[in-house]
């Protein structure tokens, strides 16, 4: 089991951002996906998190209305599109599953991919 986070890099503020979460090994269409980010120092922090089916989707309040979580299921992948970005949505940014149903409080299984760094600055 393999998650694969790509998409990160530098963009100015008010910029856009799409990020990737590939899974290889399993099939992405019964689980939930996660994402999650973290500044050195300060605890990680979930962003979104898009359910397997029917179930919720959840994004953290400071991102509500910039960020949108989708999945293709075809290329098992979930996608976090991220406009409007500011410089406090710089961090590092994991996606994370092995539950099927996100919760609101993001707790998730044990699967973690890698990170990619996302940095917003002039």
């Known amino acids: 089991v393999q998650l694969q986070a790509s998409g990160g890099g530098l963009v100015e503020p008010g910029g856009s951002l799409r990020l990737s979460c590939a899974a290889s090994g399993f099939t992405l269409d019964y689980y939930a996906i996660g994402w999650f980010r973290q500044v050195s120092g300060k605890e990680r922090e979930g962003v979104s998190c898009i359910s397997s089916s029917d179930g919720p989707t959840y994004y953290a309040d400071s991102v509500k209305g910039r960020f949108a979580i989708s999945r293709d299921n075809a290329k098992n992948t979930v996608y976090l599109q991220m406009n409007s970005l500011k410089p406090e949505d710089t961090a590092v940014y994991y996606c994370?599953?092995?539950?099927?149903?996100?919760?609101?409080?993001?707790?998730?299984?044990?699967?973690w991919g890698q990170g990619t760094l996302v940095t917003v600055s002039s």
């Open positions: 994370a599953t092995g539950v099927p149903l996100c919760y609101s409080d993001y707790r998730i299984g044990n699967y």
